[in-house]
């Protein structure tokens, strides 16, 4: 299984960004799909999942403003971000869910700084 994350960047908070992540030798439309995040000394969080199904859901802080989606023709998950903060700068990780395995990208860095 191959995740590979793209769309990260420098961005100026209100600012937006999309992030993509290609998965490879996997199973995609039956997989969960999620995006983490890791800010420095802070632990990994759940930001946006969406099930094989399609149903979505957030963490608070990102409700409103991230949006998880996907396609699974292609075979990507896409989060779209807008109105960025500071707040929001970490690592952005792609994981996959299927039969109750975990796989993960390799991280994708996001910055929002004026």
């Known amino acids: 299984v191959q995740l590979v994350e793209s769309g990260g960047g420098l961005v100026r908070p209100g600012g937006s960004l999309r992030l993509s992540c290609a998965a490879s030798r996997i199973n995609f439309s039956f997989s969960a799909m999620g995006w983490y995040r890791q800010a420095p000394g802070k632990e990994r969080e759940l930001v946006a999942s969406i099930t094989a199904a399609g149903s979505t859901s957030y963490v608070d802080s990102v409700k409103g403003r991230f949006t998880i989606s996907r396609d699974n023709a292609k075979k990507t998950v896409y989060l779209q971000m807008n109105s960025l903060k500071p707040e929001d700068t970490a690592v952005y990780y792609c994981?996959?869910?299927?039969?109750?395995?975990?796989?993960w990208g390799q991280g994708t860095q996001v910055t929002v700084s004026a």
């Open positions: 994981n996959a869910n299927y039969t109750l395995v975990a796989y």
